[in-house]
C-alpha cells in the first residue's frame, strides 16, 4: 500500500513551489522578453528577404515591383507585431498573475498534487 508523503516533503514541496512561481517565473519572463523581441525581429527579417530581393530586381530591370510584393511585406510586419505584442501582454499577465500568487492557493495545489502522485 503506497504511503502519503510525510510532512517536510509536503512543507518543502510547498515552499519551493511557492518561491519558483512568485520569485523565479517573473524574473525570467521580464528577462526573456528582450531575447524574444530580438528573435522576433530576426524572423520578420528573414520572412521580408523574398520580398525585398523580388523589390531590388524588378527596380534593377526598370520596372516597378509587383502590388502584391507590398502587400506579402506590410502582412508580414503586421503580423510580426501583433504577435511581438500579444505574446508581450500574456507574459505580463503571467507576471501579475504570480506576483499577486497566494500562498495557500500554492500550498493547496502542490499538497493536493504531491497526495495525488503517492496514491
Do not use: K
Request: proline share 6%; hydrophobic share 50%; aromatic share 6%.
Amino acid at each position: 500500500m503506497p504511503t502519503l508523503p510525510d510532512l517536510t516533503v509536503l512543507f518543502a514541496a510547498d515552499v519551493l513551489a511557492f518561491s519558483l512561481l512568485r520569485y523565479v517565473l517573473p524574473r525570467l519572463l521580464r528577462a526573456g522578453r528582450e531575447p524574444a523581441r530580438q528573435s522576433a525581429a530576426l524572423v520578420c527579417a528573414v520572412l521580408l528577404l523574398p520580398e525585398l530581393l523580388y523589390t531590388r530586381q524588378a527596380r534593377r530591370h526598370g520596372r516597378p515591383p509587383h502590388r502584391a510584393a507590398h502587400d506579402y511585406g506590410a502582412l508580414v510586419t503586421t503580423t510580426a507585431v501583433w504577435a511581438c505584442n500579444s505574446l508581450t501582454g500574456v507574459a505580463e499577465g503571467v507576471v501579475r498573475a504570480c506576483t499577486g500568487l497566494h500562498w495557500g492557493v500554492v500550498a493547496l495545489a502542490t499538497t493536493g498534487g504531491l497526495i495525488w502522485l503517492t496514491t
